[in-house]
């Protein structure tokens, strides 16, 4: 199974030159790291800045710039700085190219819940509602289960809904996934993970047609 770097080496793949790319807090993070060398991409962080770079060495930490999550990062030549207002001016105005995002849970018709568990105090709903609303294109970076074992990709979401039918594709630890009309399509698995595996863990729709190629890290 994948780890989280290795998810987010994955989901790095998916990037394309010129680029503008969200990374929401969790694993989506990481993909800074992996950037494909050769793809030139400007990640957006939501609390104000375009160029954000990869999380600094020990020592090398500026308490000042930081990403939505709070997490020391950089900057890159030509990065900008500028207000939430403004931040939020590019989502909504559909600015952004691609979205990563975590998840609770994801339904096999693409409605993701990512920010609120009944009963549990919780900040706000953040950046992540406008991001669903106003990306070309939503990734999601997630564990395949929760911590009882259960299945969070679902037929539908038990938990309160972030957006409905965003979500085009789904990376775990188990494998990657288009989201289609027909629901989850596995397309690549992860290496030591066998298709079994993957649908006995899978309680939404899910496809698996042909052979499926094992990831390539």
């Known amino acids: 199974m994948l780890d989280k770097n290795q998810i987010a080496k994955r989901i790095a793949q998916e990037l394309r030159d010129g680029m503008y790319v969200n990374l929401g807090i969790g694993i989506p993070t990481l993909v800074a790291n992996y950037i494909p060398e050769g793809v030139q991409v400007v990640l957006q962080s939501e609390n104000g800045l ?60 693409g409605d993701i819940a990512n920010w609120k568990i009944p009963g549990k105090m919780v900040k706000g709903m953040g950046g992540a509602m406008d991001l669903v609303a106003s990306a070309q294109n939503i990734i999601v970076a997630m564990q395949h289960t929760n911590r009882a074992g259960e299945s969070k990709l679902l037929s539908q979401c038990t938990l309160p809904i972030t957006g409905l039918r965003c979500v085009r ?21 992860a290496p030591g993970v066998t298709v079994e595996d993957v649908i006995a863990k899978t309680a939404g729709r899910l496809v698996v047609d042909g052979d499926i190629k094992t990831i390539v890290l």
């Open 50 to 109: 375009l160029g954000m770079g990869p999380f600094p060495m020990e020592g090398e930490e500026d308490a000042d710039v930081i990403n939505a999550g709070k997490q020391t990062i950089t900057t890159i030549p030509g990065s900008a700085f500028f207000d939430s207002a403004m931040s939020f001016g590019m989502i909504r105005a559909g600015k952004i190219d691609l979205t990563v995002l975590g998840a609770m849970e994801v339904a096999d018709n």
């Open 169 to 189: 594709k789904v990376v775990t630890e188990l494998g990657v996934f288009d989201i289609t009309t027909r629901g989850f399509e596995l397309r690549e698995i």
